[in-house]
């Protein structure tokens, strides 16, 4: 399986999609630096209070559109790496030797688990820097964040990986990254019903972030990125803000997540295993 994570993490560094992200990437964080420095040039009308929640709240809106692009190279990664093969009938040179269909599986899973995690690192290494060196800010629990954002890759990457085995590559891809999207929507929608008292609308975040978990680990992320004093200070005034979160994940949401990707990835070897190759 090891053989086969590091096979497909250096077909996933060859591929069009690769440079795609990592010029997406640098126009992000470009933009970002420009808009930290008109920041930095705007806090002398600040107080140290509120310059730091502006920080917060525009480091967490980069870091989604940071989160997004990464979530649109694994989805659209994880269908031609399983689908693309079987299609192209490349599947049958490896599955032709005595090596299970779930190892093969598991070994393509692990090295995009790698990339997408790998990616999230660099990326979001590169993106505090620019605020440190902008605006003076570092988020006070770095490792988490980019934790929960590198399992919501995974998450997306999963359920990518679900779909490749049923439909197109093409297919599968937009499939995630719409439900993605959707799921996010749904979270902004809940903020919006827990501000008007509205347990419908409420529950609507609720149940999506149980069905899939991007939003709830992109939430636990924006609350490891965000200052405390800070959230402290201003936190209720905005509540129900879309890049604000007001509390930690929990430890019984963080093991449904994993469940949640145990499952989805034992239901994608089921799928595979029945495929006609």
Same mark, same amino acid.
């Given at each position: 399986?090891? +053989?086969?994570?590091?096979?497909?993490?250096?077909?996933?560094?060859?591929?069009?999609?690769?440079?795609?992200?990592?010029?997406? +990437?640098?126009?992000?964080?470009?933009?970002?630096?420009?808009?930290?420095?008109?920041?930095?040039?705007?806090?002398?009308?600040?107080?140290?209070? #509120? !310059?730091?929640?502006?920080?917060?709240?525009?480091?967490?809106?980069?870091?989604? /559109?940071?989160?997004?692009?990464?979530?649109? /190279?694994?989805?659209?990664?994880?269908?031609?790496?399983?689908? =693309?093969?079987? #299609?192209?009938?490349?599947?049958?040179?490896?599955?032709?030797?005595?090596?299970?269909?779930?190892?093969?599986?598991? %070994?393509?899973?692990?090295?995009?688990?790698?990339? %997408?995690?790998?990616?999230?690192?660099?990326?979001?290494?590169?993106?505090?820097?620019? &605020?440190?060196?902008?605006? %003076?800010?570092?988020?006070?629990?770095?490792?988490?964040?980019?934790?929960?954002?590198?399992?919501?890759? +995974?998450?997306?990457?999963?359920? /990518?990986?679900?779909?490749?085995?049923?439909?197109?590559?093409?297919?599968?891809?937009?499939?995630? &990254?719409?439900?993605?999207?959707?799921?996010?929507? !749904? %979270?902004?929608?809940? =903020?919006?019903?827990?501000?008007?008292?509205? #347990?419908?609308?409420?529950?609507? /975040?609720?149940?999506?972030?149980?069905?899939?978990?991007?939003?709830?680990?992109?939430?636990?992320?924006?609350?490891?990125?965000?200052?405390?004093?800070?959230?402290?200070?201003? =936190?209720?005034?905005?509540?129900?803000?879309?890049?604000?979160?007001?509390?930690?994940? +929990?430890?019984?949401?963080? !093991?449904?997540?994993? &469940?949640?990707?145990?499952?989805?990835?034992?239901?994608?070897?089921?799928?595979?295993?029945?495929?006609?190759?």
């Amino acid at each position: 399986m090891l +053989t086969l994570a590091a096979l497909t993490l250096k077909e996933a560094a060859r591929r069009r999609v690769l440079r795609a992200l990592a010029a997406l +990437t640098v126009v992000l964080l470009a933009l970002s630096a420009w808009g930290f420095s008109r920041i930095a040039a705007e806090t002398d009308s600040l107080t140290s209070g #509120e !310059a730091k929640l502006v920080a917060s709240q525009v480091l967490n809106l980069v870091m989604f /559109g940071m989160s997004l692009i990464a979530a649109l /190279g694994t989805a659209f990664l994880a269908g031609p790496t399983l689908a =693309g093969e079987i #299609e192209s009938g490349m599947a049958l040179s490896v599955l032709a030797r005595p090596v299970h269909r779930s190892a093969v599986l598991v %070994g393509k899973w692990l090295g995009l688990v790698a990339f %997408g995690s790998g990616f999230v690192a660099v990326a979001g290494l590169a993106q505090f820097l620019i &605020v440190r060196a902008t605006v %003076g800010y570092w988020p006070p629990q770095p490792v988490a964040g980019l934790a929960l954002l590198a399992a919501q890759t +995974t998450v997306l990457l999963t359920l /990518g990986l679900l779909l490749a085995t049923v439909v197109s590559p093409m297919a599968s891809g937009i499939v995630s &990254v719409g439900l993605f999207g959707a799921t996010w929507i !749904a %979270g902004v929608v809940s =903020g919006i019903g827990e501000v008007l008292r509205n #347990e419908s609308l409420a529950r609507v /975040g609720t149940v999506s972030r149980m069905v899939l978990p991007t939003d709830g680990l992109w939430r636990g992320a924006m609350h490891s990125f965000q200052d405390p004093t800070a959230l402290a200070q201003f =936190g209720a005034e905005m509540d129900g803000f879309p890049f604000l979160s007001l509390a930690p994940l +929990t430890l019984t949401y963080l !093991a449904w997540t994993a &469940v949640w990707v145990a499952l989805i990835l034992a239901l994608t070897s089921v799928s595979f295993l029945r495929r006609d190759l």
